[in-house]
């Protein structure tokens, strides 16, 4: 039983440890895509709503992917920079499109043309891309490490 606990509170710690880091290199990120698509919608005006946020998730996704490689999820297992770096990308892709139809909607749909419907859009997209995103990234980006068993144990049955 107590092996049990210890391994579920390894588990629980593990993750919440990823979350906080996630979050940190997330809110960094937030503030590059947030900064940079303000200054190209001020720059722009209402012509290039939807290009700005491309051009602005691009910048922040290259300094997230190198934040949570290097940091976030430095434990877990490499597959290869280029791969990690392709399947990044377009993992957040599907978190860009979240975004986008997000701001779409309010923009589009709705007829909403200002910074602070865009800004509140934008927020909005960004939360519901950012659960995607923790999960997928887990999921097939950065790869759990392969399990280590312990000498003595026994390991998964196997069939001749």
């Excluded at 940091?71 to 957040?92: D, I, K, M, P």
């Amino acid at each position: 039983m107590q092996q049990l606990i210890r391994g579920a509170y390894a588990r629980f710690a593990t993750v919440l440890h990823e979350l906080i880091k996630f979050g940190s290199v997330g809110a960094i990120a937030f503030v590059i895509n947030f900064g940079v698509v303000n200054i190209l919608w001020a720059m722009w005006g209402s012509e290039g709503t939807l290009s700005a946020k491309v051009i602005a998730t691009v910048v922040a996704a290259t300094f997230a992917y190198f934040g949570n490689r290097y940091w976030t999820f430095r434990h877990r297992e490499q597959s290869g920079l280029a791969r990690e770096y392709v399947l990044f990308f377009v993992l957040n892709g599907v978190g860009l499109l979240i975004e986008l139809i997000c701001l779409g909607l309010s923009r589009y749909t709705l007829g909403l043309d200002s910074i602070v419907a865009n800004n509140i859009a934008t927020l909005i997209g960004t939360g519901l891309g950012t659960l995607f995103r923790f999960w997928s990234y887990k999921r097939w980006v950065f790869m759990a490490p392969p399990v280590v068993q312990e000498e003595g144990q026994a390991g998964p049955l196997t069939t001749r």
